[in-house]
């Protein structure tokens, strides 16, 4: 990238902003360009940004010692929060001096108060993480969950016989006048009891499929295409059959896969009007003959 040039005063307005220990981002925000573009025009101008001196590095370490903060720090100073961290590492210095027991105390005396952890962080001058450490460490129950209206037996064996009689949640809280649907839901999943059992409970989706063809075919499953087409000679394998449209309205038919296998078995006389078992080179020739691709939706 070729050196442009620039109006001195501009030149010069960028190299007092380099000069000025501050990261690259603040630099940028001041002179309105991107940091990588004032980056890399300070090192295709072999302008470089000043290390700091010892005096600097002592004031922070001064600061550190006060008790500050890194951040805190980094503001007064109008230096990268990085370098002061840096400082405090390599003079192993922490941003604030260890808790003292008199701050635990006073920790576990607001918390005994009922004040919440933000506010024990800004009275004690702490972060909300070592707030939280020191409380943990020291005070038992304080990570421990209370349970604020726990289960009685009874309420348990209530809960029991209904859900044996198949209420639903919303109704078997009905008789349990302290708990809602869901926490009826977390207790029968906590007590490890069994769904609901329908009429196709433990049945596969294959076997469902076999049955709804079944009872299509009103016993014998096979294709029930037309004699003068001549197709499969009466198709007995499943993998070649399909559930097909009579009239060739599909597209109005909200009922697919295990769905519509449910429907069928539950009402054969019914769908024997709408369905019919097919081979697939049955169903193209119908579809053929009767134009049913072009069909308008």
Not at 72 to 99: C, F, M, Q
């Amino acid at each position: 990238m070729p050196n442009v040039e620039l109006p001195v005063e501009e030149h010069q307005r960028r190299v007092k902003a380099i000069k000025t220990p501050r990261t690259w981002r603040q630099i940028a925000v001041e002179l309105g360009l991107s940091a990588d573009g004032i980056q890399r025009w300070a090192y295709l101008n072999g302008i470089k940004r000043p290390k700091y001196k010892e005096s600097r590095e002592k004031e922070v370490v001064k600061l550190l010692k006060q008790g500050k903060e890194y951040q805190e720090i980094a503001d007064s100073l109008k230096i990268p929060h990085s370098t002061v961290r840096s400082i405090a590492r390599r003079n192993n210095l922490t941003g604030k001096p260890s808790v003292s027991p008199k701050e635990v105390e006073e920790m576990l005396r607001l918390r005994k108060n009922g004040c919440p952890l933000l506010q024990i962080a800004k009275k004690t001058g702490r972060s909300a993480q070592t707030v939280y450490k020191y409380l943990s460490k020291n005070d038992p129950n304080y990570r421990k969950r209370q349970q604020v209206n726990p289960w009685t037996q009874k309420e348990v064996d209530i809960l029991v016989e209904k859900w044996k009689e198949g209420l639903l949640y919303k109704d078997i809280s009905k008789f349990l006048p302290n708990r809602n649907p869901v926490a009826v839901r977390s207790k029968i999943s906590y007590l490890g009891l069994s769904r609901y059992k329908t009429k196709f409970s433990g049945i596969s989706s294959q076997k469902q499929r076999e049955m709804a063809l079944s009872d299509l075919c009103g016993g014998e499953i096979r294709c029930q295409a037309k004699k003068s087409w001549d197709c499969c000679n009466r198709q007995k394998d499943l993998r070649f059959l399909q559930i097909d449209h009579i009239n060739g309205d599909g597209y109005k038919d909200n009922l697919k896969g295990e769905k519509r296998h449910k429907a069928i078995i539950e009402d054969p006389e019914k769908y024997r009007k709408i369905y019919q078992v097919l081979c697939a080179n049955a169903n193209n020739i119908k579809k053929a003959e009767n134009k049913e691709h072009g069909r308008s939706r």
